[in-house]
């Protein structure tokens, strides 16, 4: 992990599932031939999506999916942060809350109280937050669900003792690169791509569809300069609090607000 390990000791993988869906530890085991060379370099203590085999900890490295919606979940994230030398969160829910922070705009008890024949059976928190909210983290993989080819080079990246190599520019660079015309120029399609967090190849553009932000802010996300433009592409304030509030609610909602909006 970080050149001080045993040269006779494999290094420990552990991965926790946390309030989600399950998506980004599928995509690990998407990664097929990949994680078959990733296997012999690295044992996998911990997987319960995978296998029903689990060595104690401590873990060389954590993956952790899904956000804290309980009480008990949050102190468990604590139990895994104690165990693992690096933890790592993959995914929107894990660093962002996920879809599930919706929650933080509305009224949980009601929600309970509306949806549920029993209420009183359901135990969860007010608020979704990301794993970060609650212990130190190492480095946060975006999502929903992550790139394969990321959540590769940020294995072996601990595994190895370097920094992970995952840029953090905007869909707007991947649209370019795969040679997409824009479709918010081309069409008048709102689009978020030019706040977004590269890692999904550009999907939603390359078929004529705006970006909805599912890797979460990127690194140089203006979203003050970005709502005019929603707003001129038809846009009501209400869509646009809906455009921003879907995979990564959390992360876009904490926006600063520019003069534009305030006038």
């Given amino acids: 992990m970080d050149g001080r390990h045993d040269h006779d000791r494999t290094p420990t993988l552990a991965v926790h599932k946390l309030a989600s869906c399950d998506g980004c530890q599928l995509t690990l085991l998407d990664c097929e031939d990949e994680l078959l060379a990733l296997a012999g370099r690295v044992e ?11 060595r104690p900890g401590p873990y060389d490295l954590a993956l952790v999916e899904g956000s804290v919606t ?4 949050a102190e468990r994230v604590q139990r895994i942060r104690a165990e693992a030398r690096h933890l790592v969160t993959i995914g929107a829910c894990a660093t962002a809350g996920g879809i599930q922070a919706l929650r ?8 309970r109280s509306v949806v549920y024949a029993r209420p009183d059976y359901i135990d969860s928190l007010a608020t979704s937050t990301p794993v970060a909210a609650h212990v130190d983290v190492d480095f946060e993989l975006r999502g929903c669900p992550i790139d394969k080819g990321q959540l590769l080079e940020v294995v072996t990246a601990f595994l190895t003792g370097r920094k992970p ?5 905007s869909v707007c660079f991947a649209c370019k690169r795969r040679g997409t015309v824009c479709v918010t120029v ?3 399609t709102p689009c978020l791509g030019p706040v ?16 909805y932000g599912c890797f979460g802010p990127s690194g140089s996300a203006n979203l003050p300069a970005l709502i005019p433009l ?3 592409d ?27 909006e305030d006038s």
Avoid: K, W
Wanted: net charge negative.
């Fill in 196 to 211: 977004t967090h590269a890692g999904c190849g550009a999907i939603c553009p390359a078929y004529g569809r705006g970006c």
């Fill in 186 to 188: 081309a069409h008048g």
């Fill in 70 to 73: 309980t009480a008990a979940d």
């Fill in 234 to 260: 038809g846009m009501a304030e209400r869509d646009v609090e809906r455009f921003l509030r879907t995979y990564n609610a959390r992360t876009f909602a904490q926006r600063p607000r520019g003069p534009e």
């Fill in 44 to 54: 996998i203590a911990h997987f319960p999506e995978a296998t029903s085999a689990v």
């Fill in 165 to 169: 190599d995952v840029p953090n520019h």
């Fill in 230 to 232: 929603l707003r001129r």
């Fill in 104 to 111: 933080d705009f509305g009224d949980v008890e009601e929600f």
